[in-house]
Each structure stands twice: as C-alpha cells, then as structure tokens.
Nanobody, 118 residues
C-alpha cells in the first residue's frame, strides 16, 4: 500500500510564493514519477509538473519559469516551489505518483487548496 501526504497549500496574494510538499510512504519502486496536478472549479484536471527518479522534469507551459519541481529520493518526497503566483493558479493541487516501470500503478493524494487573491 502506498500513501501520499501533502502539505503546504494556503492563501497568498498575487505575486507571492508557496511551497508544496508530498511525502510517499509504503512500497515505493526504485523507478517512479512524482508530480502535481491541479483542478480549478469547472476545469479539467491538468498536469502542473512531474519529476522522475532520474530527475527528468516536465512542466505545463503556464507555469514554466515560475514553478520549480524537485525531489529527495531518499525521503520519497517531492516539492513544488511556486513563485510569482497568479489568480489563475488557484486550484486544488494533488500529488501524483506513478510507481514502477514495467508494472505501473498510479496513486493520488487527497489534494491541497491553493488560493491566489488578486
């Protein structure tokens, strides 16, 4: 069983910063991809940023240059540093784990609210 524990959401003004953390516990594969998705009311869930155990990263175009994803493999923890936040970044951010390379299982955190006020 795998569990994802998120922290770090909250309310911030436009231009502010927040840092999200997600710690995975349980049976974690040596190869995995962790990341963050977000969903705003009325919108589909979208990928924000992902990072593999080999530190290969992907970012949504809308956050490039503002958000930075990183990870600590020893702690199975992923971080999302969000700078220059905009009201359109307001959403529920969910941690994501794609566990394994051959047999792959996906896991989701419960989500943390990020609200950017104008």
């Amino acid at each position: 069983q795998v569990q994802l524990m998120e922290s770090g959401g909250g309310l911030v003004q436009t231009g502010g910063s927040l840092r999200l953390s997600c710690a995975a516990s349980g049976s974690i594969s040596a190869f995995n991809v962790m990341g963050w998705y977000r969903q705003a009311p009325g919108n589909q869930r979208e990928s924000v940023a992902t990072i593999s155990t080999t530190v290969s990263t992907n970012y949504a175009d809308s956050v490039k240059g503002r958000f930075t994803i990183s990870r600590d493999n020893a702690k199975n923890t992923v971080y999302l540093q969000m700078n220059s936040l905009k009201p359109e970044d307001t959403a529920v951010y969910s941690c994501y784990l794609k566990n394994g390379r051959v047999v792959v299982r996906e896991y989701w955190g419960q989500g943390t609210q990020v609200t950017v006020s104008s």
